[in-house]
């Protein structure tokens, strides 16, 4: 059984940048993809990004390409989402989520968090 926690959301204004973090337990997390995914009210969940277990392979939904990154740190059992030039847009409840398996690019994640609220203000 793997817990992930997500933290580091919060209010902040257009314009301005906040970094999640998300701790995965496990004994092979570099073997963990990891995806963060959102959900505004009313809307579908979206996967924002993901990486791969070494951090060699990434991807970002278009709405986030150039203002998001994702990124790992192995030794910590630890994915990161800086997010920069936040837009109202963005509001929404961020999960992370883990897939142990180590699955490629469109496969399930089995572990979730319980979400961190991202709020954008105009």
């Known amino acids: 059984q793997v817990q992930v926690v997500e933290s580091g959301g919060g209010l902040v204004q257009g314009g301005g940048s906040l970094r999640l973090s998300c701790v995965a337990t496990?004994?092979?997390?570099?073997?963990?993809?990891m995806g963060w995914f959102r959900q505004a009210p009313g809307q579908a969940r979206i996967l924002v990004a993901e990486?791969?277990?070494?951090?060699?392979?990434?991807d970002y939904d278009d709405s986030v390409k150039g203002r998001f990154t994702i990124s790992r740190d192995n030794a910590k059992n630890t994915v990161y989402l800086q997010m920069n030039t936040l837009r109202p847009e963005d509001t929404a409840i961020y999960y992370c989520?883990?897939?142990?398996?180590?699955?490629?690019?469109?496969?399930?994640?089995?572990?979730w968090g319980q979400g961190t609220q991202v709020t954008v203000s105009s």
């Open positions: 990486i791969n277990g070494s951090g060699t392979f990434t």
């Open positions: 989520a883990a897939d142990p398996m180590g699955r490629g690019r469109g496969g399930q994640y089995d572990y």
């Open positions: 496990g004994r092979a997390f570099v073997i963990y993809r």
